[in-house]
């Protein structure tokens, strides 16, 4: 009788492989913080990453973004659902003396891991064993290569830029040959100019030995131009998943649409306001700022131009109409004045309900 007891029961052991399960695969996943009743916590994730790709989790403040990283690597223990890294199971704190799946490695926000007042080797070197000494001094080197930091190899983490230290802690996390990378906003503290290499080096390294890569960002330039998928989180929900194009191209909401193109979101009075000629079903329109094309017209103008914002070769024009306010894009710098009527047309827009 009691051998029947494992038989029957459904929910897998740590340890147990799951035959046809995507490279991550996460099931129904949920977290609440007991110590926090308000907040949204994490609420019912199911999803599946492919090995070798960079996926992107992105959302507002507070929607969730780090706890779902916390959760794939092992930090947390969910309140129900799974992820499963290569068909079993990650282990969470109650399963492990040391939390962490030792396939993956976490480079957090501030670096916390790194040894300020030790040189960047060293930072590298001490996550390898000394037991074979040229193979260390080699993988080392290797990693500082891949960084574009050998230069740096004997400079104090603490007299680095934020963008060299980023390039150190990933070094340390690439050094041991993860198979999985895990990284929270990874170019926070990286000059804007600086930014684009990085991200071409890390591409480079995801394309030349097969990583996975999983990192938070809100900043959708950063992750339209790097990711091969993108995570959307709202209030602990997932509100869209899929490549940068086509969730850019093709919103399936007006929250994705804001984050990803900082798109024009209207309600259903603002929609009709603007065409009143279409009858137009649905709750929600977003409008591209490049969907919006203005049209010089002394007769008949309608909008106004509330504000134009210097953005270097094109700038973002406020227009308003009464209450209504569309952004739009303007590629042919100091057409335009404040103050001016002008007319608008409407290339493109999606509407849902
Ligand atoms: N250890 C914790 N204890 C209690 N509440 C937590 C804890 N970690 C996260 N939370 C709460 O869970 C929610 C989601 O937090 P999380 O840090 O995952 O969001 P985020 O999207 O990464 O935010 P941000 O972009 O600001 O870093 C927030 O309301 C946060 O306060």
């Keep these: 009788m009691t051998n029947n007891i494992s038989a029957s029961c459904s929910i897998p052991l740590p340890d147990e492989q799951q035959p046809g399960l995507a490279y991550i695969h996460v099931e129904r996943l949920s977290k609440r913080f007991s110590d926090k009743p308000d907040s949204l916590g994490l609420r019912d994730l199911s999803f599946e990453l492919e090995e070798g790709n960079i996926t992107a989790i992105i959302g507002e403040s507070g929607s969730g973004k780090t706890t779902l990283l916390r959760l794939i690597y092992g930090l947390l223990k969910p309140d129900t659902g799974m992820v499963y890294f290569k068909g079993r199971k990650i282990p969470n704190p109650e399963d492990k003396l040391i939390p962490g799946h030792e396939s993956m ?42 960084l574009n930091i050998l230069r740096l190899a004997r400079q ?5 830029s934020g963008g060299e230290r980023q390039r150190v802690a990933i070094a340390r996390a690439l050094v041991t040959g993860p ?4 990284m929270d906003e990874p170019f926070n503290q990286v000059d804007a100019s600086f930014r684009d290499h990085l991200q071409r080096d890390i591409r480079k390294i995801v394309d030349e030995i097969g990583l996975t890569v999983i990192m938070v960002s809100h900043d959708p330039a950063e992750v339209l131009a790097m990711a091969n998928a993108l995570l959307v989180l709202k209030d602990g929900q997932l509100m869209a998943s899929g490549s940068p194009k086509r969730l850019y191209n093709d919103p399936p909401n007006g929250y994705t649409a804001r984050l990803l193109a900082k798109s024009n979101v209207l309600v259903a009075e603002e929609m009709a306001a603007l065409l009143p000629e279409v009858t137009i079903e649905g709750k929600e329109m977003i409008i591209h700022p490049e969907w919006i094309q203005i049209i010089e017209s002394e007769n008949e103008a309608m909008f106004t131009i509330q504000a134009i914002l210097f953005k270097g070769f094109y700038e973002e024009i406020v227009l308003s109409r009464n209450t209504l306010e569309l952004r739009c894009i303007n590629h042919f710098p100091n057409r335009y004045q404040v103050g001016q009527r002008v007319m608008i047309e409407i290339v493109d827009y999606k509407v849902f309900t």
């Design 105 to 146: 490695r976490l480079v957090s926000q501030h670096f916390d891991d790194l040894n300020t007042y030790a040189n960047v080797w060293d930072n590298v070197a001490s996550r390898l064993s000394n037991t074979n000494l040229q193979e260390k001094q080699e993988k080392t080197e290797i990693a500082l290569s891949s």
């Design 156 to 160: 104090r983490v603490a007299d680095l």
């Design 179 to 182: 198979e999985v990378l895990l």
